[in-house]
């Protein structure tokens, strides 16, 4: 894949202005996308966050592995978050995050009640690299519940809270920071998921990647998908990539199989998927 650039300048302004944000809240809802949870994590996210309590929330859990998505849950459980796999776009699961931010700040809580507050509040905000859902996810939390309650006595910039619930107040704006896709198999995994502009990898490349993946991991459902047979599957995923160009129309133009792979990974039609499991990678930020 050609090397994509990691600015650094863009990074550190990107940094800077998360991490302005993070001083005015208790905790971290840090977005990935369940399909790739750790190459949809900025690589200094750990480092940024710091002490910051945190919640993983593992969105777009309809199009991953549910078996998989189970085993990332536990891993981030493990390492002392909350977490929870979701589905922005279906309200049940996502209506949990307050809770689980309640129990998560449930010492704060107690606090300012014993100092008589009637309706303690505890702050967060969602951060993410683009095309995770923060969105989507921002929108559905806070429901019609928008509300300005105004800048925190020292916050001199201007700062929109939004309320999920009686209690939990969410930043308007998300933390964004950048994927590291100059790391070769963390590209193609940001881009076969769509995370990335396709301008800014080669397809052919990419749609070797998900050639190679399906086959190994998703055997069947990429075989019914392709109405491969034994022969077919024993070739090389070289002349595999040729024979499915041969057969879909494309003659020799493997580019726009490749591309189809792409799309058809993207459609879900492999069946639903995830690129990576704890452990297996080395872009695992927490497995030093
Ligand atoms: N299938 C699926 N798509 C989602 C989910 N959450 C968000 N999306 C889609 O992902 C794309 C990016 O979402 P957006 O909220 O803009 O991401 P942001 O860049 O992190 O703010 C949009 O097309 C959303 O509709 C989800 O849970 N499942
Ligand atoms: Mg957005």
Not at 97 to 124: E, V
Not at 151 to 180: C, F, H, S, Y
Request: hydrophobic content about 40%.
């Amino acid at each position: 894949m050609a090397t994509i650039q990691w600015f650094p300048g863009h990074m550190a302004k990107a940094r800077n202005q998360v991490q302005e944000k993070l001083k005015q809240v208790d905790f971290v809802l840090e977005i990935v996308d369940a399909r790739t949870p750790e190459a949809s994590r900025n690589p200094m996210m750990n480092e940024i966050i710091g002490a910051k309590p945190r919640i993983m929330v593992l969105n777009k859990q309809d199009l991953a592995d549910p078996e998989k998505t189970k085993q990332w849950v536990t891993y981030y459980q493990g390492l002392g978050y909350e977490a929870i796999a979701i589905d922005a776009q279906h309200a049940k699961r996502l209506n949990q995050i307050p809770t689980l931010g309640k129990r998560l700040m449930a010492a704060k809580i107690t606090k300012q009640k014993s100092r008589g507050i009637r309706n303690p509040a505890i702050r967060a905000m969602c951060i993410g690299i683009p095309n995770v859902g923060k969105s989507t996810i921002l929108n559905r939390l806070i429901k019609k519940n928008v509300a300005v309650t105004g800048n925190r006595p020292g916050v001199t910039k201007n700062q929109q809270w939004l309320k999920a619930d009686e209690t939990l107040q969410l930043l308007d704006t998300p933390g964004i920071l950048w994927p590291k896709f100059d790391d070769d198999l963390i590209g193609k995994k940001l881009a076969l998921t769509g995370a990335i502009a396709d301008s800014v990898y080669s397809e052919d490349v990419v749609g070797m990647y998900g050639l190679q993946f399906f086959r190994e991991h998703y055997q069947e459902a990429f075989r019914r998908a392709y109405g491969l047979n034994a022969q077919d599957l024993a070739l090389s995923d070289g002349d595999l990539m040729i024979h499915l160009s041969q057969k879909n129309g494309f003659a020799d133009n493997y580019n726009r199989m490749a591309e189809r792979i792409i799309f058809d990974a993207r459609q879900g039609k492999f069946g639903r998927f995830t690129l990576e499991v704890p452990g297996d990678d080395a872009n695992d930020a927490d497995a030093e």
